[in-house]
T-cell receptor, first 113, second 114 residues
Framework: KNQVEQSPQSLIILEGKNCTLQ??????????LRWYKQDTGRGPVSLTI?????NTKSNGRYTATLDADTKQSSLHITASQLSDSASYIC????????????FGTGTRLKVLA | NAGVTQTPKFRVLKTGQSMTLLCAQD?????MYWYRQDPGMGLRLIHY???????AKGEVPDGYNVSRLKKQNFLLGLESAAPSQTSVYFC?????????????FGPGTRLLVL
């Protein structure tokens, strides 16, 4: 069964601190993995995308890594800001069809001043 | 350039009532999707469309119907609403092509069925 699991479910950190979110997947055939940021009351917005051959991708203070052998990905946030408070969703695309996306349940991050 | 918009933003229905959710996009994207998002669950695909006049079922299509008469609009209908359809509904669009294409999401419609 294709699955994407994220941990932790929720996380609280102080402004300026770093944090790492985890994503484990069992999806086949794998095409790519994205991380989305979803602000409260808004739709998800793509942060990064990695294909099978890429093991790291950065977008400002966001750095995603991918280990295709262990089927794990992480999203590292550096020097967190209050605006980073959001849910972060890991999504894996299958290499078949036109609609196959497997969504994780997300990690809810709260950054405190 | 509004991107992806959804109408309405919020709606309360009584069991058995019907309604239509509208998704509109101005990005000339071929593919459009309807998802629902429930607490503790990932987004689940309801229906999708790969072009004007074409629709297909997704993971959880029961109780919903869709139409795509115009390329820029994708409508999601609930013929007889049930409390289990209480959810946040998201529309997404993307260009045709490979799975590397980005999905762009609307702001969501929050639906409460009493």
């Amino acid at each position: 069964k294709n699955q994407v699991e994220q941990s932790p479910q929720s996380l609280i950190i102080l402004e300026g601190k770093n944090c790492t979110l985890q994503c484990n997947y069992t999806v086949s055939p794998f095409s790519n993995l994205r991380w989305y940021k979803q602000d409260t009351g808004r739709g998800p917005v793509s942060l990064t995308i990695m294909t099978f051959s890429e093991n790291t991708k950065s977008n400002g203070r966001y750095t995603a890594t991918l280990d295709a052998d262990t089927k794990q990905s992480s999203l590292h946030i550096t020097a967190s800001q209050l605006s980073d408070s959001a849910s972060y969703i890991c999504v894996v695309s299958l290499n078949s069809g036109t609609y196959k996306y497997i969504f994780g349940t997300g990690t809810r991050l709260k950054v405190l001043a | 350039n509004a991107g992806v918009t959804q109408t309405p933003k919020f709606r309360v229905l009584k069991t058995g009532q019907s309604m239509t959710l509208l998704c509109a996009q101005d990005m000339n994207h071929e593919y459009m999707y309807w998802y629902r998002q429930d607490p503790g669950m990932g987004l689940r695909l309801i229906h999708y469309s790969v072009g004007e006049g074409t629709t297909a079922k997704g993971e959880v299509p029961d109780g919903y119907n869709v139409s795509r008469l115009k390329k820029q609009n994708f409508l999601l209908g609930l013929e007889s609403a049930a409390p289990s359809q209480t959810s946040v509904y998201f529309c997404a669009t993307r260009l045709a092509g490979g799975p590397e294409e980005t999905q762009y999401f609307g702001p969501g419609t929050r639906l409460l069925v009493l």
